[in-house]
T-cell receptor, first 117, second 114 residues
Framework: GAVVSQHPSWVICKSGTSVKIECRSL??????MFWYRQFPKQSLMLMAT?????????EQGVEKDKFLINHASLTLSTLTVTSAHPEDSSFYIC?????????????FGPGTRLTVL | LAKTTQPISMDSYEGQEVNITCSHN???????ITWYQQFPSQGPRFIIQ???TKVTNEVASLFIPADRKSSTLSLPRVSLSDTAVYYC???????????????FGKGTHLIIQP
């Protein structure tokens, strides 16, 4: 099956610093990647949709200047949390779909646990 | 996207069959039903997808009545490792084409006891 990896799996940083999270599709080309955020005991919330070579589309309420998304290749998307604060502490999950895949056929990464002190 | 309603939690015992029902009264003609499983601190994992009647794979069965306003995920002979959150999602594959983010509901927290 399709494999999506994320790096790092966890990160702890000080308030005010920026953190970059990578999402890679290992064995397929991902035309679209998605970024989700999940707070403890809550469901996944879609943050943004990232298409290769174009600007990301952000969901309502998600600050595009704070959560910078880059999708420079068909196998890599990055999420940078700029000037992170404790309230940004969360579980960030990416997923990927390929051209021609059906709806709901997304392959999820293992997630990245971000803790901002 | 059709809204889904699931029980918040369920519990069962090892070896039992577990059925989790999802309501989706506003499902559209072209919508498919998909179930995901999520373990703590992991990304969701695809379980099964269907449109109508019954679908079965190596891990689960999905029952969809004729009116398609609900669906039931059936897990045969559960084990402790099936303790997880199960999400029911509804969407149109033709409209989405894999290009739309998924809308997750609250999911069902299934707890399996020895």
């Amino acid at each position: 099956g399709a494999v999506v990896s994320q790096h790092p799996s966890w990160v702890i940083c000080k308030s005010g610093t920026s953190v970059k999270i990578e999402c890679r599709s290992l064995d397929f080309q991902a035309t679209t990647m998605f970024w989700y955020r999940q707070f403890p005991k809550q469901s996944l919330m879609l943050m943004a949709t990232s298409n290769e070579g174009s600007k990301a589309t952000y969901e309502q309420g998600v600050e595009k200047d704070k959560f910078l998304i880059n999708h420079a290749s068909l196998t890599l998307s990055t999420l940078t949390v700029t000037s992170a604060h404790p309230e940004d502490s969360s579980f960030y999950i990416c997923s990927a779909s390929s051209l021609g895949s059906t709806y709901n056929e997304q392959f999820f990464g293992p997630g990245t646990r971000l803790t901002v002190l | 996207l059709a809204k889904t309603t699931q029980p918040i939690s369920m519990d069962s015992y090892e070896g039992q069959e577990v059925n989790i029902t999802c309501s989706h009264n506003n499902i559209a003609t072209n919508d498919y039903i998909t179930w995901y499983q999520q373990f703590p601190s992991q990304g969701p994992r695809f379980i099964i997808q269907g449109y109508k009647t019954k679908v079965t794979n190596e891990v689960a069965s999905l029952f969809i009545p004729a009116d398609r306003k609900s669906s039931t995920l059936s897990l045969p002979r559960v084990s402790l490792s099936d303790t997880a959150v199960y999400y029911c999602l509804v969407g149109d594959p033709l409209k989405g084409g894999g290009a739309d983010g998924l809308t997750f509901g609250k999911g069902t927290h299934l707890i399996i006891q020895p």
